[in-house]
C-alpha cells in the first residue's frame, strides 16, 4: 500500500544509548518531515527535508541528526539517547517543492509512529 | 510567526450530540488550512482542507470554512459517533519565504459516549 512507512514501531534504549529511526515513502514526494508528539504539547518538529540532498533544523533538533539518503527516505539518528527523548515520533511527506505552490492544497500523509522509551 | 491556537479538551460528548472544536489563527499571507485526525495508536490522518477563504472542507460528515475575516477554522459535526473518538488537529500551510513548515495546534481530544 501506498504511503509512509517507519520501522520500528516500538522501541526500548537505555540511556546513552543510539538508535536510527528509519522512514521511508513511495509516493514520489519531495518533501519529508520527523516530528514528536508529547502530550499536551502536540506536534514539534525536529528536521525537516525540503528535497533531496537537503536537510534543515525544526523547532526542536538537539539531540537528533538526519539523513535524506535517497528520495524516499529520511532517517532520524539519535547518537546518545536521554530520558527527555522519550516520546512518540512520526515521519511525514508531502509533494511540495521549495519554489512555487505546488502541493500547498495537498497536505502530509504521517507514518503511524515509532513509540521510544529511554529508561 | 505563523500560529494555530484550538480549543483545550477533552470534548466530552454523547452520541448524535452536535460537535463544534474551535480553531484560530495567525500566518502571513494566504494560508491553506487543514484539520487532521488521530484515532489511538495511529499517525494523523488528512479529515478535511480549505485553501482559501470561504471555502468550505468536508469529509465524513465533517465540515468547516475558512474564515478570513475572524481568522478561524471551526470543526463541526451534526451527529458525533463513538467511532469518532479521536484527536484532532487544527494545521496551516504557508507558502511565505518558499518554505512550507507546517504549523499545528496542541491537538483536541474527543470522547463520545454510547
Known amino acids: 500500500n501506498a504511503g509512509v512507512t517507519q520501522t520500528p514501531k516500538f522501541q526500548v534504549l537505555k540511556t546513552g544509548q543510539s538508535m536510527t529511526l528509519q522512514c521511508a515513502q513511495d509516493?514520489?514526494?519531495?518533501?519529508m518531515y520527523w516530528y514528536r508528539q508529547d502530550p499536551g504539547m502536540g506536534l514539534r518538529l525536529i528536521y525537516y527535508?525540503?528535497?533531496?540532498?537537503?536537510?534543515d533544523k525544526g523547532e526542536v533538533p538537539n539531540g537528533y541528526n538526519v539523513s535524506r539518503l535517497n528520495k524516499r527516505e529520511f532517517s532520524l539518528r539519535l547518537e546518545s539517547a536521554a530520558p527527555s527523548q522519550t516520546s512518540v515520533y512520526f515521519c511525514?511527506?508531502?509533494?511540495?517543492?521549495?519554489?512555487?505552490?505546488?502541493?500547498?492544497?495537498?497536505?502530509?500523509?504521517f507514518g503511524s509512529g515509532t513509540r521510544l522509551t529511554v529508561v | 510567526g505563523d500560529s494555530v491556537t484550538q480549543m483545550e479538551g477533552p470534548v466530552t460528548l454523547s452520541e448524535e450530540a452536535f460537535l463544534t472544536i474551535n480553531c484560530t489563527y495567525t500566518?502571513?499571507?494566504?494560508?491553506?488550512l487543514f484539520w487532521y485526525v488521530q484515532y489511538p495508536g495511529e499517525g494523523l490522518q488528512l479529515l478535511l482542507k480549505?485553501?482559501?477563504?470561504?471555502d468550505k472542507g468536508s469529509n465524513k460528515g465533517f465540515e468547516a470554512t475558512y474564515r478570513k475575516e475572524t481568522t478561524s477554522f471551526h470543526l463541526e459535526k451534526g451527529s458525533v459517533q463513538v467511532s469518532d473518538s479521536a484527536v484532532y488537529f487544527c494545521?496551516?500551510?504557508?507558502?511565505?519565504?518558499?518554505?512550507?513548515?507546517?504549523?499545528f495546534g496542541r491537538g483536541t481530544s474527543l470522547i463520545v459516549h454510547p
Open positions: 511525514a511527506s508531502t509533494p511540495f517543492t521549495a519554489r512555487g505552490t505546488f502541493g500547498l492544497d495537498y497536505g502530509y500523509t
Open positions: 509516493m514520489n514526494h519531495n518533501s
Open positions: 527535508s525540503a528535497s533531496e540532498g537537503t536537510t
Open positions: 500566518a502571513t499571507g494566504y494560508p491553506s
Open positions: 480549505a485553501t482559501k477563504a470561504d
Open positions: 494545521a496551516l500551510i504557508s507558502a511565505s519565504g518558499g518554505s512550507y513548515i507546517p504549523t
